[in-house]
């Protein structure tokens, strides 16, 4: 999945590479993402992205939160 | 059940004195501190979202009673949900102390509403729960110091075993008999000097005060858990425990029926009626009606104790295994791939397995989905094409005198009519489907306590549900078939049962009961001799494929509208037959085309 996307290069965190910690730049206006800390300067760890369309795995603190691509495609990092 | 209890909704609850609110983020475990203080038992289960209004009930401290209420789960108190509105109006309605339980395996958000609630001025003590599965994954927390940042006390718990619940009641009565917690009025109390600004900011700030990392040994499930979310090796595994549940429902179904139930009715309950309605009844219609063939008290004990029983008790056991262990979200994030080209999302997987045990708790549950149209689609997905345990059980037990690869073609069959249902519903309906966004619990062994507590109350309410309805459809058999009225129906529709479907004329009490219960579309069948393999199938596939039973049109105009209702009935009843009739037609073309 991680070949695939490279060429993207895009900033979503979809794309980003898998077992990095990221600062979140963005996201979309979604209560369940702020309720869950998915919210602008916080730190996730990127886990996995699945394939054929599947959802995006990431680490906030120690909960796992799967979301599903085209909300995952809109949230943007940084390294 | 999510269905249990979320319709008590009683604006009176925010007058009542003495209130004690349970608070917390979804899934913390609010509802086991709520069985374990009050003795009441609640369903709980292991993902979010499982209390959607709240509950009640009577606390002691010492020798005074307190209501405490089981507030359901909030992330915040910014009442952008049903939920958190809830939630809100709770504080505002002057409780005397609240018990705030935070998860420390994810500190930043809980103490974030933490944090929050101390804006309402009531007295709080903080459990901090899941303390061992924490240090598991490698965070010790501070008690002490979080105590201190919070300007409250701070008690540890592990809320499954039972742990630190003594000293939480101490602390609260205290509280309350004090009137001294976090009422931010004295200079020397730290919550007091809070800084203005995002709650966020604060609560990271805390968390990484608090939080110390420490070797962390994940345990098996931990890893198992873990492994269950990437494909390889989650697939297998999901798929595995798929197959294992359907073996234990159907084998231990089969053992239940066959070893047990059936020799029971056979043997003892059947002649133990027989005998003594013979000895005060003359012979005649009456007696044909309650003990004959069809009789009341024949098909009435065969139907529901050998063949409904043993499934609903099974599925049961199985599903809330499921549900308690955080298997069931695992599943959600494998298939979302998949359910996301169906045009739904991952999430709702649980409430279509859920429909699987029955179709009333699936279309109440289909209430967690987010936009109106999920919601349309999963409940029409779930009429259409799951059977509920009771039809699955009796389609089991149809299939079990052919040949299982019936039973795979059948599981294929509504597979594929789910598949096409969902994709034309989600292009076809009007509106949005918001993409997954889940929480993944930690996998965890079910509390044993809570898992029986939770099948009793799940048994009880299949029990008193469908009692009624079954027994209609019973003595609506019983009279149809020793009446003779039945043969009088059926020349009527031989064009359909005999021409069409190629069933025999027998086959009509199906299709007449099948309207009052799903079972009971196939259950008849069962009782004809002589059936070909085709015959069981397409009666098989009418079954599986027709209107949904009476309860479930009461609920879908319920929570939807008799528009509704009417269509998703009419659409079941056209799909069944054309379905059906054209598997029938083909084979038997094939087949002479196979003769010639």
Avoid at chain 2, 22 to 29: A, I, S, T, W
Avoid at chain 2, 126 to 142: C, E, I, S, T
Avoid at chain 2, 519 to 540: C, D, K, N
Wanted: aromatic share 8%; with cysteine; net charge positive.
């Amino acid at each position: 999945m991680k070949k695939k996307h490279k060429t993207e290069r895009s900033n979503s965190i979809y794309y980003a590479s898998d077992n990095l910690s990221y600062i979140i730049t963005n996201t979309p206006e979604l209560g369940i993402l702020k309720s869950l800390g998915i919210v602008k300067d916080a730190c996730v760890k990127k886990m996995m992205t699945h394939h054929f369309g599947g959802p995006v795995l990431i680490k906030v603190e120690s909960s796992e939160i799967a979301i599903g691509k085209d909300i995952a495609e809109k949230i943007m990092v940084r390294g | 059940m999510s269905g249990c209890h979320e319709v008590n909704y009683d604006t009176k609850v925010f007058d009542k004195p003495n209130k004690i609110l349970l608070m917390g983020n979804p899934n913390v475990g609010k509802s086991v501190f709520f069985s374990n203080m009050t003795g009441i038992s609640v369903v709980s289960s292991n993902f979010a979202g499982t209390t959607v209004s709240y509950t009640e009930g009577k606390l002691k401290l010492a020798d005074e009673t307190y209501n405490l209420i089981d507030v359901p789960g909030t992330y915040s108190m910014e009442a952008t949900s049903e939920a958190e509105e809830v939630a809100v109006q709770f504080m505002n309605s002057k409780p005397v102390a609240i018990l705030c339980v935070l998860d420390a395996t994810n500190l930043e958000r809980n103490i974030k509403l933490g944090l929050e609630l101390q804006n309402y001025n009531v007295p709080i003590v903080y459990a901090l729960n899941m303390v061992d599965v924490a240090k598991r994954h490698g965070v010790d927390v501070n008690v002490n110091l979080l105590s201190k940042e919070l300007g409250a006390p701070v008690i540890a718990t592990v809320a499954v075993k039972g742990e630190g619940f003594d000293r939480l009641k101490e602390e609260l009565y205290k509280l309350i008999k004090g009137g001294h917690g976090a009422c931010n009025k004295c200079a020397s109390c730290p919550a007091s000097n809070r800084r203005e600004g995002d709650s966020w900011d604060r609560a990271r700030e805390i968390a990484k005060r608090v939080r110390k990392n420490v070797d962390g040994k994940l345990s098996f499930i931990d890893r198992l858990g873990n492994n269950m979310l990437k494909p390889w090796p989650g697939i297998p595994i999901a798929l595995f425990i798929i197959m294992i549940s359907l073996a234990a429902v159907v084998g231990g179904g089969e053992v239940l029926r066959e070893g047990l139930l059936l020799p029971l009715v056979n043997n003892i309950l059947v002649p133990f009626f027989k005998s003594i309605l013979q000895s005060f009844i003359p012979e005649g219609i009456l007696l044909n009606v309650l003990i004959g063939e069809y009789g009341i008290f024949v098909i009435g004990f065969e139907w529901i104790i050998a063949l409904i029983l043993p499934y609903v008790f099974l599925f049961y056991i199985v599903f809330s295994f499921l549900e308690d262990s955080g298997i069931l979200p695992r599943l959600s994030v494998l298939f979302d791939n998949i359910m996301r080209k169906m045009g739904i999302q991952g999430g709702s997987i649980i409430t279509i397995l859920m429909g699987y045990g029955c179709a009333v708790p699936a279309i109440i549950g289909s209430r967690v989905a987010t936009t109106k149209k999920e919601r349309l689609i999963v409940s029409t997905v779930v009429c259409f094409a799951v059977p509920c345990i009771s039809q699955t059980g009796a389609l089991i037990s149809l299939f079990a005198g052919f040949s299982p690869i019936l039973l795979v073609l059948m599981i294929l069959l509504s597979l594929a009519v789910m598949a096409i249902v969902s994709s034309v519903l989600s292009r076809r309906l009007k509106g949005t489907i918001d993409p997954m966004v889940i929480e993944i619990p930690n996998l965890l062994l079910p509390n044993g306590k809570a898992y029986g507590k939770k099948l009793m109350i799940r048994m009880k309410h299949f029990l008193v549900e469908a009692e009624v309805p079954m027994l209609i459809s019973i003595i609506i058999a019983a009279l149809l078939k020793e009446t003779g009225l039945l043969d009088s129906i059926a020349v009527y529709l031989e064009p359909i049962v005999s021409g069409w479907l190629g069933l025999p004329k027998e086959a009509v009490i199906a299709l007449i009961l099948g309207v009052v219960r799903r079972e009971m579309a196939v259950a008849p069948l069962l009782a004809i001799e002589g059936l070909t393999a085709l015959q069981a199938f397409v009666g098989g596939t009418v079954a599986l494929l027709y209107l949904p039973c009476l309860s479930v049109f009461g609920i879908l105009s319920k929570e939807f509208n008799a528009k509704v209702a009417v269509t998703i009935g009419v659409s079941t009843f056209i799909s069944a037959f054309l379905v059906a009739g054209l598997i029938n037609q083909m084979a038997h073309l094939f087949m002479s085309l196979g003769i010639a």
